[in-house]
Structures are given as structure tokens and as C-alpha cells.
């Protein structure tokens, strides 16, 4: 089941991203993503994130790719290292991911703002590596 998604297996490593957030100065980071397979109907996941200049470690998910059997309904389970796990679900094809967060958790005792939800995420194979934003 995960042949349509092959092309995302591997590691993958961005440089010079800018994070923009509300609450927060603006930060330039890097990233690198892992997928891998152990035979199994999933794709595991990691996505980790350094502060550009200082290396100093930022964001980290870590999660599953799952797929609903005879479909090209997927789901992505992600855990992130600041507290919030999610549920996203949506459809791909051969070039591209793109699933909708439909259950967001947090740590009762995290900091705000409190995540509600997350709207989008996709992953486009338009040239390697893979192009990837999150919503």
C-alpha cells in the first residue's frame, strides 16, 4: 500500500526556513525529515528542527502515515515534543499528501496559545526533495 508514496522514504534535509509566529521574533531554522518502512501498511515519520545559526534544537514530530486499504484515504498520527498530538486525515495520490487536522490534544499544563487546529498539510513530490508546508 505505500508504493504510491515511495518517493517520500528517506531522509531529507532543508535549510533557511523562516518561522513566523505571533507570539514569538521571527527565527530562521533547518529540518530534517526522515521516512521509513518496516513492511508494514504505514510510513514512519520524523521531522526535526534546529535554530539555523546556533544549531540548538527546535521543534521536533514524530508520527505514522496510516492508509485505509483500497483507498486513497490516508491519515497522519503525529505527536509533537511541545505537548499537542493530532489526527489528520485526507486523500493522496501519486505527487502529493494533503490531510486536515480533525482531533487536536494538548498537555493539560501547556503553555499558550493553545493549538485548536491544523488546517493544512501537504507534501507535493514536484522534484527532490519533496515540498512541505504545514497550516
Excluded at 73 to 89: D, K, M, T
Aim: proline share 7%; glycine share 10%.
Amino acid at each position: 500500500m505505500i508504493k504510491p508514496l515511495s518517493w517520500l522514504l528517506g531522509k531529507w534535509r532543508g535549510e533557511g526556513g523562516v518561522g513566523k509566529y505571533p507570539t514569538i521574533k521571527d527565527f530562521n531554522y533547518d529540518e530534517e525529515l526522515t521516512f521509513t518502512h518496516v513492511g508494514q501498511p504505514n510510513i514512519q515519520f520524523s521531522f526535526f528542527s534546529s535554530n539555523a545559526e546556533t544549531k540548538k534544537p527546535l521543534h521536533r514530530e514524530l508520527g505514522f502515515i496510516r492508509f485505509q486499504p483500497g483507498t486513497k484515504h490516508c491519515a497522519l498520527l503525529i505527536a509533537h515534543n511541545l505537548g499537542v498530538s493530532e489526527v489528520e486525515e485526507g486523500e493522496f495520490t501519486d505527487t502529493e499528501i494533503r490531510t486536515e487536522s480533525h482531533t487536536v490534544g494538548r498537555l493539560t499544563f501547556g503553555k499558550p496559545p493553545e493549538t485548536k487546529k491544523i488546517n493544512m498539510y501537504q507534501c507535493i513530490n514536484v522534484g527532490f526533495p519533496p515540498f512541505m508546508s504545514a497550516m
